[in-house]
C-alpha cells in the first residue's frame, strides 16, 4: 500500500492506505443509521442527521464519485418502524466553508452546517430499485471541495438528514474513481466528528472507532448515547491494554473522561464495542463522540492515523493499572 504525509497539527503523519468504504474494514461496524424525524430517540438515533467529511490529497486530480449503498428506507437492510414511512436527504456540499465553518464540525445539526455549496441532493423514501443497491453522486473535481493547508488536500461534506418518518436508515459509503464500480481514491481519507452506527447482532462481532488525538490533548472525554447497556466498551491505545469506560443505557448519554499519556500523542486510540452475549441485544443503534479539555471534538477517521493501535509492551505494562 502507497503512503502520503500530512502536515496536522503541527506534526508529520502518515495516512495508511487508499480509499474506502465508510464504515472500513477494521472498523468491522456494519452500518451508518439515521433515522427519520418522528422516531423516539430510544431507537438509537438522538439527533435524525450524520456528517462525513471525505479527505483527496491535493496532488489527486481524477474525478471522484461518492457512492451510496442502500440509500432508500425499506427492503432488506433498513429498521421498520410500524410502516415504512421515512425519507432522507443525500447532500454533497464543497467550495469555500464546507468544512471550516464551526457548525459544521459540530454533533448536532444546527446553524450553519449545511455550509459551503451545495453539489449535489437527492431524496430517497422506500424504492426497491435501491434496496442494497448504489446510487452514485458525482462525478466531482477534487478542486470542488474546500482547500485544506493544515493536511494539503480538498474537502467535501456528505450530510444524511431525516426529513420525514420514523423508519431507521442503514447505509454506507464509499469514495470511488468510478461511477459505477468502486475503485478507491489512492491516499484519501474519511472522517467524522460524530458516529452513528448500528452494530452487529453477533456478540462475537466487535466494532471498532479510531478518535486521532493531537499533541494538545491532555484528557478526553468519551460519551456515548442508547448504548442499551449491552456490554463493554474498551479503550486500547499505544499505553493501554483496554480502559473501561461507563456505558449508557437506552436513550440516554452517558460520559467518562480519562487523562491521555504523553506516549498516546499523536496517535489513534481504538475504541472497541464488545457486546454481551447474554441476554442478546438486537439491532442496537449507538451514537458516539470524544471532545479534548477544550471541548473541541476528535476526529474519527475510518483508515485510523499511524494504524490500528497496538499496546506497546514497555509502555503498556508501565500503564496497565492508570486510569
Given at each position: 500500500m502507497k503512503k502520503i504525509m500530512l502536515v496536522l497539527t503541527?506534526?508529520?503523519?502518515?495516512?495508511?492506505?487508499?480509499?474506502?468504504?465508510v464504515p472500513a474494514g477494521d472498523e468491522n461496524i456494519p452500518f451508518l443509521m439515521t433515522f427519520g424525524p418522528r422516531a423516539g430517540t430510544s431507537?438509537?438515533?438522538?439527533?435524525?442527521?450524520?456528517?462525513?467529511?471525505?479527505?483527496i490529497p491535493k496532488k489527486f486530480t481524477q474525478a471522484i464519485?461518492?457512492?451510496?449503498?442502500?440509500?432508500?428506507i425499506g427492503g432488506q437492510c433498513d429498521e421498520i418502524n410500524g410502516l415504512w414511512d421515512t425519507k432522507m436527504t443525500y447532500s454533497v456540499y464543497g467550495g469555500k466553508d464546507c468544512y471550516s465553518v464551526k457548525d459544521a464540525q459540530e454533533t448536532q445539526p444546527q446553524g450553519n452546517y449545511k455550509s459551503g455549496n451545495l453539489l449535489a441532493t437527492k431524496s430517497f423514501v422506500n424504492q426497491a430499485n435501491y434496496d442494497e443497491n448504489w446510487y452514485t453522486f458525482g462525478p466531482f473535481n477534487p478542486s470542488e471541495g474546500e482547500y485544506v493547508s493544515k493536511w494539503d488536500a480538498y474537502i467535501f461534506?456528505?450530510?444524511?438528514d431525516g426529513v420525514a418518518g420514523d423508519d431507521g436508515n442503514l447505509y454506507r459509503y464509499y469514495l470511488s474513481t468510478m461511477p459505477n464500480m468502486n475503485k478507491p481514491v489512492e491516499?484519501?481519507?474519511?472522517?467524522?466528528?460524530?458516529?452513528?452506527?448500528?452494530?452487529?447482532?453477533?456478540?462475537?462481532?466487535?466494532?471498532?472507532?479510531?478518535?486521532?488525538v493531537d499533541d494538545r490533548t491532555i484528557t478526553v472525554k468519551l460519551a456515548n448515547f442508547d448504548w442499551d447497556s449491552d456490554g463493554l466498551i474498551r479503550t486500547v491505545s499505544v499505553a493501554r491494554h483496554g480502559q473501561l469506560t461507563k456505558v449508557s443505557g437506552e436513550d440516554v448519554w452517558i460520559e467518562d473522561e480519562f487523562k491521555i499519556f504523553d506516549e498516546e500523542k499523536n496517535t489513534s486510540l481504538d475504541i472497541q464495542f464488545i457486546k454481551k452475549k447474554n441476554p442478546p441485544v438486537r439491532n442496537n443503534n449507538v451514537v458516539v463522540n470524544v471532545r479534548n479539555q477544550y471541548g473541541e471534538l476528535l476526529p474519527f477517521y475510518v483508515i485510523p492515523i499511524?494504524?490500528?493501535?497496538?499496546?506497546?509492551?514497555e509502555i503498556a505494562v508501565k500503564k496497565q493499572t492508570a486510569h
Open positions: 503541527g506534526i508529520t503523519l502518515i495516512m495508511n492506505g487508499i480509499s474506502q468504504p431507537w438509537g438515533d438522538d439527533d435524525f442527521s450524520q456528517t462525513f467529511f471525505f479527505l464519485y461518492i457512492r451510496v449503498y442502500d440509500p432508500d461534506k456528505i450530510i444524511c491516499g484519501a481519507n474519511a472522517f467524522a466528528y460524530e458516529y452513528s452506527f448500528r452494530m452487529h447482532d453477533d456478540p462475537s462481532e466487535v466494532s471498532h472507532i479510531y478518535p486521532f499511524g494504524g490500528v493501535p497496538k499496546p506497546r509492551p
